[in-house]
């Protein structure tokens, strides 16, 4: 996948993406345990994740519970970022994780 370096740079520029990227490098959350720990706005929190998500840094799953009810839930795919300079331009790569480690079976608990 390749990444356009403004919109990484203008992004991890975000105090809140920050902060909840961040967050989610500890392990997974909802957006609401996101809002509290980011003390940012649930709208906020949706925002910041969805443009998380497509700069790859983050993924989100579905969890649902016995009545079916569902919540997002996010997690850190960032590993590692690394930027180059070179003839006047910038060379950004990420190195993610995949998500499918980080969690764990909700109907096997």
Known sequence: MSYDPTDVFALLDDEHARSI??????????????????????????RRTEKLERCDLIETRRE????????????????????????????????TRTGSREFTDPWND
């Open 21 to 46: 990227l961040a967050a989610v490098s500890e392990g997974p959350m909802t957006a609401k345990e996101l809002s509290e720990r980011c003390d940012s706005s649930l709208s906020t929190v949706y």
């Open 64 to 95: 649902y519970d016995e009545q079916g009810d569902h919540r997002r839930i996010f997690t850190a795919r960032l590993q590692r970022l690394s930027i180059e300079l070179d003839d006047g331009s910038y060379d950004l790569t990420l190195s």
